[in-house]
Antibody, heavy 123, light 111 residues
Framework: QVTLKESGPVLVKPTETLTLTCTVS??????????VTWIRQPPGKALEWLAH???????AYSTSLRRRLTISSDTSKSQVVLSLTNMDPVDTATYYC???????????????WGQGTLVTVSS | QSVLTQPPSVSAAPGQKVTISCSGG????????VAWYQQLPGTAPKLLIY???KRPSGIPDRFSGSKSGTSATLGITGLQTGDEADYYC????????????FGGGTKLTVL
């Protein structure tokens, strides 16, 4: 059974760095062709793709947030970590991690999602 | 503003059929496969359609997907009140700003 679970702070202050962890089970982060992505959703708004990492360590970032984002994985812990620097109230959102089942830019989709974690940015 | 364009809302009566459009360009829908996600109120999105028209195990055949050129369409037949949700299309954008992209979402109301 594939599951993903996000964890991290529920409240961060402006200018702080957010660090979120996605813990996976039911598959390995070293399985060929598999990846994990981070997606966020501000309250009442649409989904926004943030970044992904694949088992071959291929990484990609949202162009608009590239300078603030870092994604990494620890296969021994089955965890993918996302950090977002210089947090601002506009970064308030539910952050999801999801699995990418195939290493292909033409066939890009997310088959399993975590439940999401709401992060609020406020002083 | 999302790269992919969806109508903000659609509605239909129970038992009827509805379609949701997703319009993009040559760098995304035109050259890559499209996926659709259903987000029920207060829950995480769930994969509904992948590779333009394939359904994951457990998704009923009331849900269908198609693609033509730079647009994609999600169809839902035999509408049920439980289908009330937000629906998002998504794909990869191969432009200089390469990355995953989503539509702005469509709120389906079953009257």
């Amino acid at each position: 059974q594939v599951t993903l679970k996000e964890s991290g702070p529920v409240l961060v202050k402006p200018t702080e760095t957010l660090t979120l962890t996605c813990t996976v089970s039911g598959f390995s982060l070293s399985d060929p062709g598999l990846g994990v992505t981070w997606i966020r959703q501000p309250p009442g708004k649409a989904l926004e793709w943030l970044a992904h990492i694949f088992s071959n360590d291929d990484k990609a970032y949202s162009t608009s947030l590239r300078r603030r984002l870092t994604i990494s994985s620890d296969t021994s812990k089955s965890q993918v970590v996302l950090s977002l620097t210089n947090m601002d109230p506009v970064d308030t959102a539910t952050y999801y991690c999801a699995r990418i089942p195939k290493y292909s830019s033409s066939l890009y989709y997310f088959d399993y999602w975590g439940q999401g974690t709401l992060v609020t940015v406020s002083s | 503003q999302s790269v992919l364009t969806q109508p903000p809302s659609v509605s239909a009566a129970p038992g009827q059929k509805v379609t949701i459009s997703c319009s993009g360009g040559s760098s995304n829908i035109g050259n890559n496969y499209v996926a659709w996600y259903q987000q029920l109120p207060g829950t995480a999105p769930k994969l509904l359609i992948y590779e333009n028209n394939k359904r994951p195990s457990g998704i009923p055949d009331r849900f269908s997907g198609s693609k033509s050129g730079t647009s994609a369409t999600l169809g839902i037949t035999g509408l049920q009140t439980g289908d009330e949700a937000d629906y998002y299309c998504g794909t990869w954008d191969s432009s200089l700003s390469a990355g995953g992209i989503f539509g702005g979402g469509t709120k389906l109301t079953v009257l």
